[in-house]
């Protein structure tokens, strides 16, 4: 990202000037260094522990962090656009009580329960999508308004129940691998990835994204309907998280009242530490799927190493410490500017 | 947006207002409605020991809100005070040790916080983020398999005791309140915080010391969250590691509903007082009145959005209303002289 402005806030731009050699360019791609990382943590755990490499253990890691991806997604186009949205976890979990009492006291099939996931998600995120985009909430207020919201309605939609028989034509997909080690969820997830990385990165709706997360002024003057913008990150976030439920019920074959109250910060960490910045304007799909993969491979490994359960969030909470350490060390270093603080144009 | 602000004392001064005429009608309804709640009186005191940490956690809360920062970790450093002094209690230490070591280990993880968004220039987002993370698994792993509990009763007095009705962890959440009021209002390090919030670069231009300000506001928000997790513990007389980042949630809710602007340098903490107690109440209340805890949180939810959207629109046809008035006197006088 050499924008003008980042440029500007460089402490020497003349550093900027010379051109870098290519692998130093190859590693600042966030993706492409993330993924050296993990070959790294993979290599290590397996020349300890030879069963790290089994065809079973890579399908877990990747069936595991499906559910992760889906939220991190969708968190990737709101961070894109320098919004946050705190309720993915509990869309995503709203969406599996719902889809999954379908599934299992009418027999619903897994197209339609795709189907009415998504559209879950959208009426969910559509919520807060009018708060932040049409009353103009402050983001993290709306999306924490919300969390709450929507974490009852859990309760209130469980009614004490719980989803635990999910016949195993749905939960084989999370079981069953195409190729060893690759399950089939993961061959499911992997066009949604590329659709988000393609509407990002080609199409002007996924241009005017970074635009406006990287200033909402210019892209304000640029003729971009700010707002419009704003108002479709969170409903695209809404429908990830919708699908995210479904992958849940899929991969784990239950759901409960409290399913997903504690994914929301992960799937930002993932977002985080694939790439995406809480300052908006950078990130984008393939992060939000590394970033996932990364933390799932990081915790296995350390429960092969023998290392607590205990001690897995604070495994999450190093890995964004890092993450984040190092991204203010790469980009624009010391720039007082506070992040949150809404640019003036997306009012 | 227009780029006039307008002097604080002309901001929405209704609501203070607003919320203490919101705790007086919720306050006769439960009465109306459930008999226990009042109580002859003092039952209604006594509620106000179960939201007690809360509000001592939005207090610590309200101060780094103020800056336009945010700590998620507090609740988190709740829960790890909780444990470190029951685990202190369980191995025979004295009260008045549990709780020096409880704070002293809380304001440390502060200080940490402090010290790397201050230095390091990190987004307090990210880093409380990243700190909740880590300080949830040191919690639960202080507290063990199976964490302490059946404290001494000169310590959980701290959490149930009361003096002639008055509940001890309501006059402690009162003096906190007060402290910090007094500490925002009328102090250097206030006004520096304030202005830290209103404008960072203004705040450097002007020469205030914006690192140390930082350090001292996080760090001062984890001695509150070990105050916090001090009551927490007194009051259930155990000392679970999730016991205080439940109470992160209701926490910042009360900070925003009292008003704070989450961008920093505008808000009151009487006001956060005042919604400390709305919100406390109401939760009470409706758990009283035989609801689950998940529907009180949703309700809260509600609450949040519809007063913050109320608010919004108040202050937005306030200010334009304000700017348009301004503006017409411009012209008149430019019209006038010119």
Redesign the interface.
């Given at each position: 990202m050499t924008t003008a402005r980042n440029l500007r806030a460089r402490s020497s731009a003349w550093r900027e000037l010379r051109m870098p050699s290519r692998w130093a360019l190859l590693l600042r791609r966030r993706e492409i260094l993330v993924t050296a990382v993990i070959i790294i943590v993979v290599a290590a755990s397996t020349a300890s522990h030879p069963y790290f490499w089994s065809s079973a253990n890579v399908a877990f890691i990747f069936a595991d962090s499906v559910v992760i991806t889906f939220l991190a997604l969708g968190e990737s186009f709101v961070m894109i656009g320098r919004g946050?949205d705190l309720s993915v976890g509990a869309v995503m979990g709203l969406s599996a009580i719902v889809v999954g009492f379908r599934i299992q006291n009418h027999g619903m099939t897994l197209l339609p329960a795709v189907l009415l996931g998504a559209g879950l998600g959208v009426a969910l995120g559509l919520g807060n999508a009018l708060?932040v985009g049409v009353?103009?909430?402050?983001p993290?207020?709306?999306t924490?308004?919300?969390?709450?919201?929507y974490?009852?309605?859990?309760?209130?939609v469980t009614n004490g129940n719980q989803v635990d028989t999910i016949p195993s034509s749905i939960t084989n997909l999370g079981s069953h691998t195409v190729l060893p080690g690759i399950p089939v969820i993961l061959v499911l997830t992997l066009p949604f990835v590329l659709v988000s990385a393609w509407v990002l990165r080609y199409t002007a709706f996924g241009r005017s994204i970074y635009a406006v997360g990287d200033d909402a002024e210019a892209a304000y003057r640029a003729g971009i309907g700010v707002q419009r913008v704003v108002f479709l990150t969170y409903v695209i976030s809404g429908l990830f998280a919708g699908l995210g439920g479904v992958a849940f019920l899929i991969y784990t074959s239950g759901a409960s009242?409290t399913t997903g109250i504690n994914d929301n910060?992960t799937a930002?960490?993932a977002a985080?530490i694939g790439g995406t910045a809480?300052?908006g304007g950078v990130g984008g799909a393939f992060g939000a799927l590394v970033g996932s993969v990364f933390l799932t491979v990081t915790l296995t490994a350390m429960s092969f190493a023998h290392v607590?359960d205990?001690?897995?969030?604070?495994?999450?909470?190093?890995l964004?410490?890092l993450a984040?350490?190092y991204?203010?060390r790469s980009r624009a270093?010391?720039t007082?500017?506070?992040?949150?603080?809404?640019p003036?144009g997306a009012? | 947006?227009t780029a006039l602000d307008l002097p604080r004392r002309w901001r929405l001064p209704a609501w203070g207002t607003c919320l203490v005429i919101a705790i007086a009608a919720e306050l006769i309804y439960f009465t109306l409605t459930t008999r226990q709640f009042a109580g002859h009186g003092t039952g209604m005191l006594d509620l106000t020991e179960q939201f007690a940490p809360t509000g001592v956690l939005a207090l610590g809360l309200a101060m780094v809100i103020l800056t336009?920062n945010?700590d998620?970790s507090c609740g988190a450093s709740a829960s790890l005070a909780a444990v470190v002094a029951g685990t202190v209690l369980a191995k025979g230490g004295g009260p008045v040790l549990a709780i020096v070591a409880a704070i002293a280990v809380s304001t440390l993880f502060g200080l940490f916080n402090g010290l790397?968004v201050a230095l390091?220039?990190?987004?307090s987002?990210?880093?409380t983020?990243?700190?909740?993370?880590?300080l949830?698994?040191?919690a639960?792993?202080v507290a063990g398999a199976s964490p302490p509990f059946g404290f001494p009763s000169g310590f959980t007095l701290i959490g149930q005791g009361s003096v002639d009705d008055v509940p001890i962890a309501l006059l402690v959440l009162l003096v906190i309140g007060l402290l910090v009021i007094v500490a925002v209002g009328y102090t250097g390090l206030g006004r520096s915080l304030t202005l830290i919030g209103y404008s960072?670069?203004a705040a450097?231009y002007s020469g205030i010391a914006i690192r140390g300000s930082l350090t001292a506001v996080f760090t001062l928000c984890g001695a509150m969250s070990g105050v916090a997790g001090v009551l927490l513990a007194a009051y259930y007389n155990s000392a679970q590691p999730q016991i205080g980042t439940d109470l992160l949630?209701p926490a910042?809710?009360a900070v925003?509903l009292g008003g704070m602007d989450?961008?920093?340098g505008r808000g009151r903490i009487a006001e956060v007082v005042l919604a400390v107690f709305l919100l406390g109440f109401l939760s009470q209340g409706m758990l009283i009145e035989g609801d689950?805890s998940?529907?009180?949180?949703?309700?809260?939810?509600?609450v949040?959005?519809g007063a913050?959207?109320i608010k919004?629109?108040f202050e937005r046809n306030f200010r334009q209303r304000m700017s348009a008035r301004l503006h017409r006197f411009r012209t008149l006088s430019r019209d006038a002289h010119g």
């Open positions: 946050i708060l009353v103009r909430l402050p993290i207020i709306a924490l308004g919300t969390l709450s919201v974490s009852g309605l859990e309760f209130v009242s910060l930002i960490a985080i809480l300052t607590s205990v001690w897995q969030p604070a495994g999450v909470g190093v964004v410490l984040v350490v991204d203010s270093g010391g007082r500017r506070s992040p949150r603080r809404r003036r009012r | 947006m336009g945010i998620l790397i390091i220039g990190i987004d987002l990210l880093v983020l990243a700190t909740q993370f880590i949830t698994s040191i639960t792993s960072p670069r450097l949630l910042i809710t925003i989450i961008f920093g689950s998940l529907s009180i949180t949703m309700i809260t939810g509600l949040l959005i913050l959207v919004f629109a």
